[in-house]
């Protein structure tokens, strides 16, 4: 028979997706300041500079750093653009990019 623990109380949704919003927000912040490095260099990065694919770094911690990108996108920070399907995809300052840094 299942015992359930009355003591705990369940987790509280709007908790939850508060601490996800502010661990992506933190990450994309991070983000940001490491584009910012690089771009102060050249106009645009690519995907594969700022994730580069090594054993070290397997496909989720690729695809945390694509989705941080689509943040980004979303919140204007950059622009991205890529020529042709699997080719690396190019990255630059987008019209927020510095209101956001």
């Known amino acids: 028979m299942l015992q359930v623990d009355e003591s705990t109380e369940p987790v509280e949704e709007g908790k939850e997706a508060?601490?996800?919003e502010q661990r992506w927000n933190k990450r994309s912040q991070q983000m940001l300041a490491a584009l910012n490095r690089c771009l102060q260099?050249?106009?645009s990065v690519t995907f594969r500079q700022m994730a580069p694919p090594s054993a070290a770094h397997?496909?989720?911690q690729a695809a945390a750093k694509f989705y941080t990108f689509l943040v980004l996108k979303k919140m204007?920070?950059?622009n991205v653009s890529q020529d042709?399907?699997?080719d690396?995809?190019?990255i630059s300052?987008?019209?927020k990019f510095?209101?956001?840094d």
């Open 18 to 20: 508060e601490a996800e």
């Open 93 to 95: 300052r987008g019209a």
């Open 98 to 100: 510095d209101l956001l």
């Open 88 to 90: 690396d995809i190019m």
């Open 76 to 78: 204007e920070a950059i």
């Open 41 to 43: 260099r050249h106009d």
């Open 84 to 86: 042709a399907a699997y």
């Open 58 to 60: 397997g496909r989720k």
